[in-house]
C-alpha cells in the first residue's frame, strides 16, 4: 500500500501541494495579523485569551484545508473518472479498491498533517509575538497547552476525515463542480460563528466527531461501490 501511496503522489506530481499549502499559510498569517489590528481595542478581542487565539487559528486552519482536501479529491479521484483514466489505472493487476484507498489516504493524511502544522506553525508565531509585545491577558501553562494540543489533534483527524465528505457529492456524476462547491458549503457549515470567535458550531465536539465518522462512511462505502455502480 505505502508503495502504491507514493506511486500515487509521484504521478500526480503531489510536491507542489506543499507549495501551494506554503501560500495558504502564508494568506491565513496575514488574515490573523489582519483581525489582531483591526479588532484591537474591542471588548470581544479575538486574541484576549489562549484558548480564543487558538481556536480562531485551527478555524482559519479548517476552513482552509478542507477545501484543500477537496481540491486533492477532485484531482486524484473525481477527474480521472471523468476523463476515463480510472478505467485505465482499474486494468492494473492491482485490486481496485487498493486504489482507491491509496488516494483517500494521501487526501486524509495531507489535510490532517496541514491543519496540524498549521496550528502548530500560527501558535509559536502567536507565542513569540505576545512575548515580546503582550496582548494576550491570561497565561499558558503547561497543563492548559497539552489539553489544547490533545483538543486540537482531536479536531484536526475529525477535520480530516469531514474533508471526505464531498466524495459524495462528486461521484454522484463525477463532478468536480460538485466536489468543491459541496466542500464550501461544508466549511460555512461548520467552521462560522456562533458568538463571535470564541464558539464555532465545531466547538460543539460532538458535531465534527459526527461529520468525521460520516466521512470515513463515505470513503468506506466508495470502496465497496468500486465493484458495481461506479465502475460501469
Same mark, same amino acid.
Not at 489562549?50 to 480562531?56: A, E, R, T, V
Not at 476515463?84 to 488516494?103: E, L, S
Not at 483527524?157 to 466524495?167: E, G, Q
Not at 460520516?214 to 461501490?225: E, M, P, T
Given at each position: ?10 504521478? =500526480? ?9 506554503? &501560500? ?34 485551527? *478555524? ?16 486524484? &479521484? ?11 489505472? /482499474? *486494468?492494473?493487476? $492491482?485490486?481496485? %479498491?487498493?486504489? &482507491?484507498?491509496?488516494?483517500? $489516504? ?6 490532517? /498533517?496541514? $491543519? ?14 505576545? =512575548? ?21 489533534? &482531536? ?13 459524495? /457529492?462528486?461521484?454522484?456524476? %463525477? ?52 465493484? *458495481?455502480?461506479?465502475?460501469?
Amino acid at each position: 500500500m505505502l508503495k502504491l501511496i507514493f506511486l500515487e503522489m509521484r504521478k =500526480h506530481r503531489f510536491a507542489r501541494n506543499f507549495g501551494y499549502a506554503a &501560500i495558504a499559510n502564508v494568506g491565513i498569517l496575514l488574515f490573523l495579523i489582519m483581525i489582531g489590528v483591526v479588532d484591537w481595542g474591542a471588548e470581544d478581542y479575538a486574541f484576549i485569551t489562549y484558548p480564543s487565539s487558538f481556536m480562531l487559528i485551527d *478555524t482559519f486552519a479548517r476552513v482552509t484545508f478542507i477545501i484543500f482536501g477537496g481540491a486533492l479529491i477532485s484531482k486524484l &479521484i473525481i477527474s480521472e473518472y471523468s476523463n476515463k483514466t480510472m478505467n485505465v489505472m /482499474f *486494468t492494473y493487476p $492491482i485490486k481496485r %479498491h487498493k486504489i &482507491i484507498a491509496a488516494k483517500l $489516504i494521501i487526501v486524509f493524511a495531507f489535510t490532517f /498533517f496541514m $491543519i496540524m502544522f498549521t496550528d502548530l506553525l500560527m501558535g509559536a508565531i502567536l507565542l513569540t509575538t505576545d =512575548h515580546f509585545y503582550p496582548f494576550i491577558t491570561d497565561e499558558l501553562t503547561g497543563k492548559q497547552a497539552l489539553q489544547l494540543l490533545i483538543k486540537y489533534t &482531536i479536531s484536526s483527524l475529525s477535520a480530516a476525515a469531514m474533508a471526505l465528505i464531498p466524495l459524495l /457529492f462528486g461521484m454522484r456524476k %463525477h463532478s468536480v463542480t460538485a466536489t468543491m462547491v459541496s466542500s464550501i458549503f461544508l466549511v460555512l457549515a461548520v467552521c462560522s460563528g456562533v458568538n463571535g470567535p470564541s464558539v464555532s458550531i465545531n466547538s460543539i465536539i460532538v458535531i465534527p466527531l459526527t461529520l468525521g465518522a460520516i466521512g470515513l462512511w463515505i470513503a468506506s462505502l466508495s470502496l465497496v461501490r468500486l465493484e *458495481t455502480k461506479d465502475v460501469n
